[in-house]
């Protein structure tokens, strides 16, 4: 018996890949966009912090900005350094 294939149809998903679910701080799933942007992917990634917490690029670089004095994480409350 042989099958002759006429048609395909390719579906495709992205996710990122993150132990978390959802931003910290906007509380949006990553799979989807923060309140900045219209659309999630590209221009709204994920941000990987040193203390292994994910944020939406917009939330955190809003959220180092309003600190002070030392630049935070706000989940931990440890120094924040963004891995490369």
């Known amino acids: 018996m042989r099958i002759r ?8 998903v992205w996710k ?7 931003c910290g701080i906007c509380r949006m799933p990553f799979d989807a966009s923060c309140s900045e942007c219209r659309y999630p992917g590209d221009q709204c990634p994920v941000l990987h912090g040193e203390c292994r917490h994910c944020f939406h690029e917009h939330c955190i670089m ?21 891995l490369p």
């Open 16 to 22: 990122w890949v993150t132990n978390d679910d959802s």
């Open 62 to 82: 809003k959220w180092i900005n309003s600190q002070q004095t030392n630049k935070l994480c706000p989940m931990c409350r440890g120094e924040w350094k963004s």
């Open 5 to 12: 294939l006429k048609e395909f149809n390719g579906v495709a």
